[in-house]
């Protein structure tokens, strides 16, 4: 029987990164949930949206002179499948790269360390 070293936390540059930092990916789904969960301000930001678009469309004046709305929270935190590929090093998408880098990063100033950017971990 050969010495086979059961070692997932080396298979890509994320899963190197979370096993140097000592990060949980458990933990880094928590956050994700945390993080992405929409909240009534997000709510509020979409509903000013949908009312905004329909104005415009039923003819009304259109304020253009309104600075950009802030973004919304996703509502989509990292999932278990998702989580598993990025330690895997299989291909995800762009959004979920950031959901995630975004989750490592709140995670990295809970510790005092510096945060990262999505290069640093895919």
Do not use: C, W, Y
């Amino acid at each position: 029987m050969a010495d086979k070293k059961a070692t997932p936390a080396a298979d890509s540059k994320f899963a190197q990164f979370i096993a140097d930092k000592k990060l949980d990916p458990r933990r880094i789904l928590i956050a994700s949930s945390k993080l992405e969960s929409l909240q009534p301000e997000d709510r509020l930001i979409k509903l000013n949206k949908r009312q905004a678009k329909k104005k415009a469309a039923d003819g009304g004046p259109s304020s253009d002179t309104k600075e950009a709305p802030k973004k919304p929270r996703t509502g989509r935190p990292v999932t278990d499948r998702a989580m598993a590929a990025a330690l895997k090093g299989a291909p995800i998408s762009g959004p979920t790269k950031s959901r995630i880098v975004r989750a490592v990063n709140h995670l990295l100033e809970q510790k005092k360390q510096s945060v990262v950017d999505i290069r640093a971990l895919f």
